[in-house]
Structures are given as structure tokens and as C-alpha cells.
């Protein structure tokens, strides 16, 4: 069957079987920045957000979600204009392989939403759910830290 | 005093990668794919007696099933290293001799995920079950013989015995051990155990095959060596090499586990015989059971010394389990010897002796530290031991005893890589000075005395600080190979081919930096292209701390060839010898008695163009390869404080210092990068991580939940500080970084432990129930 979803601010209709989990949908349907590392809700690698709230997308049936606003990594930022949060992990090198990038990042912008002046504490609460194997955590740590600092200089001088 | 490196330029792939635009394996889907899933063994030793697919074959949507039955038996070893091959020929694609849970009974591809996996459930198997090894120390000799009348064999001429189990032996002895060990006024023997572990890499292992337009086939896969790839599927496939590509994409991180040829043969035979496109995706389950582990180690350590703590004599000995197949289980065995022993280079009598041994278990590989991080554990604590007991500061005595620069280690051409190693001197090591601003950072001095003294007395909770030194290599010395290719564009750009692998270490980012030095050109001008043995010359691939060291190097000379053209196109144009001219950000300039003449210069792009175009017209070009005559060891020194709390046997890290020595970091976030994410994982094997069976050898903790992965809330503070030291034999003075800090965190640990408590840890991990147990000993 076909369902309209909002991804990214844009309405898609999407193929799916109803016992499907929302991460086989989205990357069926080519949106393979969310990345699956376990299938298991333990990774956060397949992290989205619904309705601005992070989920594993392996742990969800795509079915239950038709009526919420996705959003994945390319949601917050792209190449050509990325987030702040996005900038300083490529800066700080908190991205080796990247492959809990996407999550990650998703993550840290629903951290610093709630919070935006977290200690590096909160910070590595707030990722809790997040595997990387790679960079031991400390540089992302860092670079959320960075982030955040840079956003609310950001957010300071617009107002 | 250099420009490109030693900064810390950012990945070139970092915001591709943050943004979700790169793709990996998994990523890529083609039209009319299969997808191929595969039947595991249940049992850890079993013959198959009958294999009935035609149930299987009779879904609608199912394509093909692969199994004994219809896929030739060509021996061969998994384990993606150079050839001729140090690892057995024991293993075939689908046998019908099942020799650990998890071994591959059969394949079948579907037209979708879903329906290959029911058509799993359909396969009926017949299994003469076999009486199976699950014990390690129990395998050599054993009446159950895992490798009967299969016809494994060695590759290269070594020891092998597979009707006792044995896989692998290493011996090496240099000076008399037994003699200079009864001499010795004072003795210790002490056994060790580390576990099983696995990579978990966040990416499972993919493999995605189809045939381009002409019928050769294409491989895309998530490999650390697809060149290795390459030979190994035209062989067990038997399809010509010069029908194979592979390519390598972006991967989800390697420490060794893709260091192994799995899933590309099965996906390859699927879409030859197919003519379809076909994908392999392991479960994070299979990743557990069914890839590549760290071997499970017992290392036993006997060690003679004199009152004022000098070692006379020391013989390790390694068991070895190499589960089901003999994959690295030579190699790592022969690395416990050759990435240890060297480091107190000062004992005169040194003994290694080494099994490597087959159990109806998981198999081992390759794995971050390989066979070093196995005998660290011991080692680090016997040198800690020694200087208890003899009054000496561990400190002053890694500062005395260990290697220096002009220095050597007998056991440097005594231990190689399945023949006799190099002989090297050692000409880096800043590892003296590593020690001394550890002990700094750390507050070693203050804190070792004061845990040492009355301040834990009476309390639950106990605080100790513990320190190592540790040693690595830096590629496998005359066996490694790796290659580059760069070519010059009409705009001052270039196209830097490599083989090296990029496994998210950042290799492709440091290797552009690398030319970028040699022709003082900013690091965006280089259009880095890897992994693909279409259009990269031919790399070993991403193992054994090589690609910094080794690919850099041929990166260097290639650089160094395409600077020389530069200056000869260009010292024409300026009609000026070509001994007045030198490159200076991105042009040619001349320069006079040391000065340069800012009316002659000519750009880079100018000297392109005309090469390309106008004058004597030739394509700017180079190619480089480069074996190294040596591995430069890197040197690092760990400092670490905790506290147990001795009602629970819980260990807490407190702190954790790490000083290290790569010679030059090239790019020192990415260094520290490694070394950080390498402390990490080592935490997590010395607290947490196992694999627990059952008695009919299923591995209970197959997923992350279970098996122990630390997050970042679980992390001590980390300090990392590189203390550089400069390489002669690597580009810029470089050396390696990727393995050697994984091995710290065992003995560094233990050590600490033994500062709060007294008491030492033999095992890994230090799970609460083993520390209380040794607690109330
Ligand atoms: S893939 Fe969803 S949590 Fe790991
Ligand atoms: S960067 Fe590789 S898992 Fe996080």
C-alpha cells in the first residue's frame, strides 16, 4: 500500500507493507542516511526524529507514524548548507567512519533543543543512546559542547 | 616547519559524512536484485549427511540455493592478507563439515530479504552431530580432531598439525632461557586470560555484487583489503581476476573484522550464476557469531630477575583459541611475541613459545592490536610485579629498561610474519619523554604514593593508579605493499589514486595532506579516489597500522616524481635552469643566492595547461609504490586511575592519561581520534566485554545490549597527548597510530588495581563477580 508521509518538510507517498518497520521504509525508498548498525533499537544509528523527538526507526512500524513529521539528518542540514551541529563534528573530528554520524548528530540537535547549554555531563547523557565504535565518544562530545556554544552566540545576536 | 601536515585539516569526507550524503555498502541497490541470506550451523561440530533445498526452491521468488552440493570445495583461508598466505588453507565456501555455531550451511537468494529468509526455514538439513572442542585448553590433542581428511594444509612452509588441533606454532628463543631462568635469585609464573571479543563495528558486514555493462563482475562491499578481495573470490569463484572489480565505499568502521574475505565470494557466485544483481547483509547477530573474532588468549609468563630488578630471563608462552578455522591465528600468535618482547630490549634471555589451537568455536582474525593487546595484559603487569617486589619505581624503570633510539631487539628478526622477521634498529621514540609527561598529567607521583599508603585503609571504596608502556609496529616490514598514482589537471589540480583504504580512520584526508606537503598545494586541490582496483593501484589494504606509514610513503615519492616534472615544465617556461626553480604554493618560482624573483613564477594551472595543450605536450604523471625495509614501532605510555568499590567488585574509572608516540602526526585530530576511540574499546574488553556460551557452544550475547559496548556516558575523562618523535623511514617522519592504544587499558588497569587493593587480576573482563572473588581471595 502507499501512504503519504512528511519527511524533511516534503510530502512523499510511500510503498510499504504493513508489518514494515519505519527504517526499511525510509531506506527503501532511497533515504539511506538512516543508517542501520542493529536492528535491534540498541544502536542509534536509525535515529529520526518524530515530531522533533528522537526514535529508533528500527523499533517503529512505519504504519503508526503516517500522521507525524519525520525528519532525518539531511532534515537539519546538507552539504551545501549544514547545521552548526553538523559543522562541528566534521571540524572537531568527531566523524571517523560516520556511520553513527547521522544519528548522532540527530541526537545532539534534539539535546541541545531541550537544552542548549548542556555540560559535557548532560551532553554525554543526552547520547546515551548512541553507539559509536570509532572515536571513543570524546571528540563528539567536544563538538556538541562547540555546537552549542556556537548556536547560542547565533541565537544572542539575532535577537 | 611544515604547511599541510601535522594540521589538523578537516576529512575530506567529514560533512559528506554528518550530512548522510556518503554511501556504504548497504546504500547501493540495483534493479532486479537478489537478496541472499544465509543458513548458519546450529551445532558446533557436524557432518552434514543430506542437504533437501527442494522445498526452498519451490518458494516463488526464490532464485538460487548454494551449498555443498553445488558449489566446488576450493580450500583456501579467509583471512584477507598478502600471498602467498601465513593462515591455512582450511576453509571452503560451503562444506559439508559444520565446525562451530555459526558456520555457513548454505545460501539462498530471493527476490526479496523476506522471502530468502523463509525459504531458510525450508531447508532441511541432515547433521551426524560430532563430539565437540568447546575448551580451548583441552583442544590440542583432543580425541575430537577438527580438520580430518579435509585436506587443509599450510600455504607457506610452517609448522601445521591438524590431526593434534594445531593451527599455528610459533617458537623463538634468543640467549638460554632455562639457564639464565635457574640462575635468577628471584622467580614469578603467572597465567592470564583474556576473552573472546568482537569488533562491533557499527556497520555489519555488506557485500553488494552485479555485472556491468561488458559482463565483468562488480563487487562493492565493506572490506579493509579489497585487493585481497579481488584474488581471493577469482579463486574460491573461480572467475578471472580480470572479470573482478572491487570497490570499496565508504565503510562503518573495520579494527580488523573486515580484514576477512566472508560475504564477497557468496554475492559473487550469486550474480554469475544469476546474471542478477545480489546483496548480503549480516544481522548484527551474524556479525557476532558468524564473522571474525578477537582470539580468546592464555598467555603464561615466567620471569627471573635479581634483587635490584633487572629481568634476566623471561618465557612467554601463548595458547591461542582459533575457533573453527585457522584465519590470522599464525600471525597474531607470532605479533603476542614480536609487539612485546622487544620493548624491555635489555634481557639478555627471551623465550617465546606459541599454539595456536582449532575448537568447535567462533574463529578468530584480525583484530586492533593483534595478538599485542593479548600479551600486554601479562606483560604490563609482570614488569609491574618486578618492580613491587624489588623496590623499583615503574616509572624510572620503562625509562631505563626499555628500548632506545640506535637501540635493537634479537627478537625483531627472530619473530616475522610466518618466516623469519627483520632486523631493525630503532631510530624514533620519544618514549622517555611520553613517560615523564604522563606521569605529569596523571599526577603520578603524588597519587601512586598516597593510594599506596594509609588513604585506602578502612575504606569500601579503594582509589590506585596504574601505568604501562607499550610498543606496535608500523606496517609488515618486506611483505606489505602499497602503491599511488597521481596525475596533473589543466587547473594546478590533482588526482591522487590510491589502493590504501580508508576505514574512517581519515587515511584518504591524511594522504592528500601528505602530497599536499610535497608540492605546497592546499589539500582541496588533490581529488582523492581509493578502493577500487578498477582505477587504484594495488595496496595490501587497511591492517597491521600500515596505511599512514606505508601508503603515505608511496603517496610521498609519487608526489616527489610529479614535483620534478612541475619544476621541469616550469623552469622552461621561465627559461631558467631547472636547479633555479623550486614549487611554492602552487606555482614554480625561481629563486636566486636564496631569493626569489617575484617576476618569474609561473602557476601551477599555466604549467598544466601547457603540457597538456602547447608546449612538449605530456600528461603531468606519476606512479609510486613502496615496501617498507622496516616496522617503526610506535611507542605510547598509559596512566590510569580508579576505584573499586570492594562490596560490589565494581571498577570505575576515574582517569585515564594516554601518551603517545607516532613520530609525526599528520593530521593530530584524526591521531588523537584513533588513539582515543582505540582506549575506548580497550576499556570495554578489560571491564566488559566477552562471549559467553552455552555448553553446546551458542553464543548467548550476540547483540550490543548483551555484549557490554560502553556509551558516552560510561567514558572516564581521556586525555590523549602526542609526544612527537621524528620517523626517518616514514613520510615526514610519520609512524603509526592505530592499534598500539588498545593495549593499555588491561594491564594499566590491573596495575591500578593492585595499587588500591593488592591483589592482581588474571582475567578478563573484570566483571564484578571475578573482582569480588579475587578481592576476597
Ligand atoms: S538499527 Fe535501530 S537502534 Fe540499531
Ligand atoms: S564514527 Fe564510526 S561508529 Fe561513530
Not at chain 1, 68 to 80: A, D, M, Q, R
Amino acid at each position: 500500500m502507499k501512504i503519504s508521509f512528511t519527511i524533511n518538510s516534503r510530502k512523499r507517498d510511500l510503498e510499504l507493507q504493513p508489518n514494515e518497520t519505519l527504517l526499511n521504509v525510509l531506506r527503501k525508498n532511497g533515504l539511506t542516511e538512516v543508517k542501520s548498525g542493529c536492528e535491534e533499537g540498541e544502536c542509534g544509528a536509525c535515529l529520526v526524529l518524530l515530531d522533533g523527538k528522537p526514535v529508533n526507526s528500527c523499533q517503529v512500524l512505519a504504519m503508526s507514524v503516517r500522521s507525524k513529521k519525520i525528519t532525518t539528518v539531511k532534515g537539519i542540514g546538507t552539504l551545501h548548507s549544514p547545521h552548526i551541529i553538523q559543522k562541528a563534528f566534521a571540524q572537531g573530528g568527531a566523524d571517523q567512519c560516520g556511520f553513527c554520524s547521522p544519528g548522532m548528530v540527530l541526537a545532539a540537535y534534539s539535546l541541545l533543543q531541550k537544552n542548549p547549554n548542556p555540560t559535557r555531563e548532560e551532553i554525554a547523557e543526552g547520547l546515551d543512546g548512541n553507539l559509536c565504535r570509532c572515536t571513543g565518544y570524546v571528540k563528539i562530545v567536544e563538538a556538541v559542547h562547540e555546537a552549542a556554544s556556537k548556536l547560542r552566540n547565533e541565537k544572542s545576536q539575532a535577537e | 616547519m611544515f604547511k599541510y601536515v601535522k594540521h589538523s585539516v578537516e576529512k575530506i569526507d567529514g560533512l559528506a559524512l554528518v550530512t548522510g550524503e556518503e554511501h556504504y555498502t548497504n546504500d547501493f541497490s540495483f534493479r532486479n536484485m537478489l537478496y541472499v541470506s544465509i543458513l548458519h550451523s546450529t551445532f558446533p561440530y557436524a557432518k552434514i549427511e543430506d542437504i533437501d533445498d527442494s522445498a526452498a526452491r519451490a518458494m516463488d521468488g526464490v532464485v538460487e540455493v548454494l551449498s555443498y552440493k553445488n558449489v566446488k570445495k576450493i580450500l583456501y583461508t579467509t583471512a584477507g592478507q598478502g600471498f602467498p598466505e601465513p593462515s591455512p588453507y582450511d576453509s571452503v565456501l560451503f562444506g559439508d563439515v559444520m565446525r562451530f555455531v555459526g558456520d555457513n550451511v548454505c545460501a539462498v537468494a530471493a527476490e526479496t530479504k523476506e522471502i530468502a529468509d523463509a525459504a531458510l526455514a525450508k531447508v532441511k538439513v541432515r547433521y551426524k552431530q560430532l563430539k565437540p572442542v568447546l575448551d580451548f585448553e583441552k583442544a590440542e590433542g583432543s580425541s575430537t580432531v577438527i580438520h580430518q581428511d579435509d585436506g587443509a594444509f599450510p600455504k607457506i612452509p610452517v609448522f601445521y598439525d591438524a590431526s593434534k588441533n594445531i593451527a599455528a606454532k610459533v617458537e623463538a628463543e634468543v640467549g638460554n632461557f632455562d639457564d639464565a631462568f635457574a640462575k635468577s635469585p628471584k622467580k614469578i609464573e603467572h597465567q592470564f586470560y583474556v576473552p573472546y571479543a568482537s569488533h562491533c563495528a557499527l556497520e555489519p558486514h555488506a557485500a553488494v555484487s552485479y555485472l556491468d555493462f561488458r559482463g565483468r563482475l562488480v563487487i562493492i562491499s565493506s572490506t579493509q583489503v579489497p585487493f585481497h578481495v579481488r584474488r581471493i573470490v577469482s579463486v574460491v569463484a573461480e572467475i578471472p581476476v580480470s572479470k573482478i572489480r572491487v570497490i570499496k565505499p565508504r565503510i562503518g568502521g573495520g579494527f580488523g573484522g573486515k580484514q576477512e574475505v566472508l560475504l564477497e565470494p557468496i554475492v559473487a557466485l550469486v550474480t554469475w550464476r544469476t546474471k542478477r544483481p545480489a546483496k548480503l547483509v549480516y544481522s548484527r547477530k551474524e556479525v557476532f557469531t558468524s564473522t571474525r573474532t578477537r582470539h580468546q588468549y592464555r598467555t603464561t609468563f615466567k620471569v627471573g630477575y635479581n634483587k635490584d630488578g633487572a629481568i634476566n630471563a623471561l618465557h612467554l608462552d601463548a595458547l591461542e583459541n582459533s575457533g573453527g578455522y585457522g584465519s590470522h591465528a599464525l600471525t597474531v600468535l607470532a605479533n603476542a611475541g614480536s609487539k612485546t618482547l622487544p620493548l624491555l630490549n635489555k634481557i639478555q634471555n627471551l623465550k617465546f613459545t606459541g599454539r595456536g589451537v582449532y575448537t568447535n568455536l567462533p574463529v578468530g582474525g584480525a583484530y586492533r592490536g593483534y595478538g599485542a593487546t593479548e600479551a600486554y595484559f601479562g606483560y604490563g603487569q609482570i614488569v609491574d610485579m618486578v618492580c613491587e617486589d624489588t623496590g623499583c619505581d615503574i616509572v624510572e624503570y620503562y625509562k631505563k629498561w626499555t628500548i632506545k633510539s640506535g637501540e635493537t631487539s634479537p627478537i625483531f628478526k627472530a619473530l616475522g610474519e610466518g618466516k623469519e622477521g627483520v632486523a631493525m634498529i630503532v631510530t624514533s621514540t620519544s618514549l622517555n619523554e611520553c613517560i615523564h609527561v604522563g606521569a605529569k598529567l596523571s599526577g603520578w607521583y603524588e597519587k601512586r604514593k598516597l593510594y599506596g599508603g594509609d588513604f585506602n585503609k578502612g575504606k569500601r571504596d579503594k582509589r590506585g593508579i596504574g601505568m604501562v608502556a607499550l610498543m606496535q609496529g608500523s606496517a609488515i616490514p618486506e611483505i606489505d605493499m602499497a602503491s599511488a598514482y597521481m596525475k596533473m589537471n589543466d587547473d594546478g589540480s590533482f588526482n591522487l589514486m590510491v589502493g590504501a583504504t580508508d576505514l574512517g580512520t581519515g587515511s584518504d584526508t591524511v594522504l592528500a595532506q601528505i602530497a599536499s606537503e610535497v608540492l605546497d598545494t592546499p589539500v582541496e586541490k588533490f581529488i582523492v579516489t581509493s578502493s577500487d582496483t578498477d582505477h587504484t593501484p594495488f595496496d595490501t589494504g587497511a591492517y597491521a597500522s600500515s596505511t599512514t606509514y606505508l601508503s603515505g610513503h608511496a603517496v610521498k615519492k609519487c608526489a616527489e616524481s610529479i614535483k620534478n616534472q612541475i619544476l621541469k615544465v616550469g623552469a622552461d617556461l621561465l627559461t631558467v635552469s631547472i636547479g633555479e626553480v623550486e614549487v611554492e604554493e602552487s606555482r614554480v618560482v625561481v629563486r636566486r643566492k636564496g631569493k626569489q624573483d617575484h617576476h618569474q613564477e609561473v602557476s601551477f594551472a599555466e604549467i598544466c595547461q601547457s603540457s597538456l595543450y602547447q608546449k612538449n605536450q605530456f600528461q603531468i604523471q606519476a606512479t609510486a609504490s613502496h615496501v617498507s625495509p622496516k616496522s617503526p614501532p610506535p611507542f605510547a605510555a598509559h596512566f590510569i586511575e580508579i576505584e573499586v568499590d570492594t562490596f560490589t567488585g565494581i571498577i570505575k574509572l576515574l582517569n585515564y592519561v594516554a601518551t603517545v608516540d607516532c613520530g609525526t602526526p599528520i593530521n593530530p585530530v584524526l591521531a588523537e581520534g584513533q588513539a582515543e576511540g582505540a582506549i575506548v574499546n580497550g576499556i570495554a574488553y578489560a571491564l566488559f566485554e566477552d562471549y559467553y556460551f552455552s555448553p553446546q557452544g551458542i553464543l548467548l550475547n550476540d547483540t550490543f545490549g548483551k555484549y557490554g559496548m560502553l556509551t558516552a556516558h560510561d567514558i572516564p575523562p581521556i586525555t590523549v597527548k602526542l609526544v612527537d618523535s621524528f620517523e626517518e623511514s616514514g613520510p615526514f617522519g610519520a609512524k603509526s597510530i592505530s592499534e598500539i592504544n588498545i593495549n593499555g587499558a588491561l594491564p594499566g588497569i590491573a596495575n591500578a588495581f593492585f595499587n588500591a587493593t593488592g591483589k592482581r587480576l588474571h582475567r578478563a573482563p573484570f566483571m564484578p563477580e571475578y573482582v569480588l572473588s579475587v578481592i576476597n581471595e
